[in-house]
């Protein structure tokens, strides 16, 4: 693999993952929630205390991942999101309340690690993830193991979707919130299992980004733009759109700051943050509906046309 | 975000009495910690209430008045910082016949340089004011720039999408200050001259007074603009936009303005802000800082009313620094186990937004609408078409 392919890949499907949390909470919940930067962190650090106290390989952590990023949600929806929503706030205040939640939660971590460093005499605060991985035909096996779990976890979420009755009346109220509230469906508990479901995403997909790049308390928060310019890009509408944006995202700031350093030197390193802003603006400013936005179905449709029309 | 105004007279009184509650709390803080801690913790509270109180209230005209969720402030926060930290500096050592090119923000050089101008600045009271003021018309006018800028692109995205990619923008302005050195030094911070060199040990005295003028020109300023047409129409835009398309108003236009005065605002705090710590450090312009901390003042004091977000930048400084002060006696029980009570600083912030929104969504003091102009202008008005018509 080249070089930059494997921590491309592990970078890349953790950005999807946490970017397909945000677009799923925005289209059911209309909230842009900042408190996934705290909770993929939150993810990393039960990721990284599971490895350091107990031992074993981080995988074997990624259920209690799973869990914990989960419970994050549901206090998060109890305690702020549903009377906010119930009120018919503002788009603007959702976003400020997740905003406090994230707050709060980085306070807890940061003390946290202060408590792993004063108790277990770790050093939480630089952590290289990657370390504690074992090697697979040359390369890391997290380039190989991480893909396929958020494959599986993607294709798990799809089969919710589309095949169980609670998977339809979630896409249901996605659809038309009035017209499922009507047909007897519970709004309440689509919102709560909406945010069970991305604080999971979310966590899951932060223990991935830290094997990827150094973890530290504050790895949300450097990456949050990243995170909601993955949204942004697949279009906000769609949580596959969501995913797929995430994925350009992280790939394109490993292959493009790989590239770029190669012919321009090493200083092009601190600008990374700028390939994937880029192309999430030049993406805005030709499709102003992000990836899903692309009339894909109607250029095939017309090229078909055409083809018949030469044809005849 | 409009007030109920039928509920009049009591209404009233219960805000009246409750700036009334806040300004006791606040004197009484101020001066628990004056017996405590002396004059110097005061004039430091009083200096960040300033600037902050700068930055806060051109937030409040960009997301108090017109509804842009402006996530990004401090990216013309940066602006003013950079600036401030680049321009002034280079044109006082071109006119000393210093180097004034690339090498000026190096470190090597800059650490030279920098006293040498402060010496010739302590000398001339002309020469210092003259510089402060050439700081904050160059702070304004990049800030002006740099809210053009931005507002070229975004303009035209919906509430979510345009406070995301504002942000973003503040994020990555911050990273190339940090990696491209020839502005303001990058990893290492670049001295900025002194204009309040010439007073020696007064000088956070003299800050106070000056910063504090600034800041009530600019607060007099946002008054007249907020009750003139223009406010007006910032209103509409915010309450309606819909209606103010109907109504003939051109929203990228007004939006435009609105974002290019509101980033001179916030440059000029940023401005100031260097000025006073003495140095550029691209690093410590966080958003958390100049974002989210102004969004909790303005929150705190009430969205659209100026009073109000001079009541929470000042509530909420005074908190901050009690807790940075008191750290290791109030809070031992946290140091018993390792952990740093510095990171209340976090919860305090997350908290104060959480109980706003929940508890308190109008804030300290509510935006009060009142009519434009007052009523015996109206009366004198109306007669004077009654007597020409009749």
């Not at chain 2, 105004?5 to 805000?15: A, H, Q």
């Not at chain 2, 995205?157 to 406070?163: C, F, Q, V």
């Not at chain 2, 009570?341 to 969504?361: D, N, R």
Request: proline share 4%; net charge positive.
């Amino acid at each position: 693999m080249a070089p930059w392919l494997s921590s491309g890949l592990v970078y890349a499907s953790g950005l999807a993952l946490t970017a397909g949390s945000i677009t799923l909470l925005y289209i059911v919940t209309r909230t842009f929630n900042f408190a996934v930067a705290s909770m993929a962190t939150i993810g990393f650090y039960v990721a990284y205390s599971g490895v350091t106290l107990y031992g074993g390989l981080p995988y074997l952590y990624y259920p209690l991942v799973l869990i914990i990023g989960a419970i994050t949600g549901v206090v998060c929806y109890y305690g702020l999101n549903r009377p906010l929503l119930y009120r018919k706030a503002a788009e603007t205040t959702l976003m400020m309340s997740t905003l406090g939640y994230d707050l709060i939660l980085l306070s807890v971590i940061q003390m946290y690690a202060d408590f792993l460093t004063h108790s277990y005499k770790l050093f939480p605060r630089r952590v290289t993830m990657s370390l504690f991985d074992f090697e697979l035909f040359g390369e890391r096996a997290a380039a190989f193991i991480l893909p396929i779990i958020a494959i599986a976890f993607l294709t798990i979420l799809h089969i919710f979707l589309t095949k169980t009755k609670f998977g339809i009346a979630m896409r249901a109220t996605i659809e038309n919130p009035t017209l499922a509230g009507a047909s007897g469906i519970n709004s309440d508990r689509v919102y709560l299992v909406s945010w069970i479901i991305s604080g999971g995403m979310a966590a899951l997909g932060g223990s991935f980004i830290a094997m990827a790049m150094t973890g530290t308390p504050v790895m949300g928060m450097f990456i949050i733009p990243l995170m909601f310019a993955g949204a942004i890009l697949g279009g906000l509408g769609n949580i596959y759109g969501g995913i797929l944006g995430g994925m350009v995202i992280g790939l394109t700031e490993f292959a493009g700051v790989f590239i770029l350093a190669q012919n321009f030197g090493p200083w092009v390193l601190g600008y990374r943050m700028g390939i994937p802003l880029f192309i999430m603006a030049a993406t805005l400013l030709v499709f102003p509906r992000g990836l899903s936005g692309i009339p894909l179905a109607k250029i095939i449709r017309n090229l078909f046309r055409r083809k018949r029309g030469a044809r005849a | 975000m409009t007030v109920n105004e039928s509920s009049g007279g009591i209404f009233k009184s219960l805000i009246a009495s409750r700036i009334t509650y806040v300004l006791a709390i606040i004197i009484a803080l101020l001066a628990f910690l004056y017996f405590t801690r002396g004059l110097s913790i005061i004039l430091t509270i009083l200096i960040q209430v300033t600037i902050f109180s700068i930055i806060t209230m051109s937030l409040n005209l960009e997301s108090g008045y017109s509804g842009i969720p402006q996530f990004g402030r401090v990216a013309a926060v940066i602006a003013g910082a950079f600036a401030v930290g680049a321009i002034p500096g280079r044109i006082m050592a071109a006119f000393m016949g210093l180097p004034a090119g690339a090498e000026y923000a190096s470190d090597t050089v800059n650490f030279r340089l920098v006293p040498e101008i402060n010496t010739l600045l302590a000398n001339s009271w002309l020469m210092s004011l003259g510089f402060l003021a050439m700081c904050l018309v160059i702070a304004a006018l990049s800030g002006a720039l740099i809210g053009w800028l931005i507002s070229r692109p975004a303009i035209r995205l919906k509430e979510g999408y345009l406070g995301i990619s504002m942000l973003a923008i503040g994020d990555f302005l911050m990273w190339v200050g940090h990696n491209w050195s020839i502005i303001v030094g990058g990893s290492v911070p670049v001295n900025v001259p002194d204009p309040f060199r010439m007073f020696g040990t007064n000088r956070f005295t003299v800050i106070v007074v000056v910063f504090f003028v600034i800041a009530v020109l600019i607060f007099v300023y946002l008054n007249k603009l907020t009750q003139s047409p223009f406010g007006r129409n910032l209103r509409m835009l915010r309450d309606n936009d819909l209606s103010a398309v109907a109504a003939g108003l051109d929203i990228v236009k007004v939006r435009t303005q609105c974002l290019v005065i509101g980033a001179a605002i916030a440059a000029i705090g940023g401005g100031l802000y260097v000025i006073y710590t003495g140095s550029v450090a691209a690093i410590g312009l966080t958003r958390l800082t100049f974002t989210f901390w102004p969004w909790a003042y303005m929150m705190l004091g009430g969205i659209g009313s100026n009073i109000g977000v001079f009541l929470g930048v000042i509530l909420l400084t005074i908190l901050r620094t009690m807790i940075i002060i008191f750290r290791s006696t109030w809070f031992g029980f946290l140091m018993a186990v390792g952990i740093d009570p510095l990171w209340l600083e976090f919860t305090l912030l997350g908290a104060v937004i959480i109980i706003v929104i929940l508890f308190l969504p109008h804030g300290l003091v509510p935006e009060k609408i009142a009519p434009m102009l007052p009523s015996k202008r109206i009366k004198k008005v109306l007669a004077d078409r009654q007597v020409v018509s009749g």
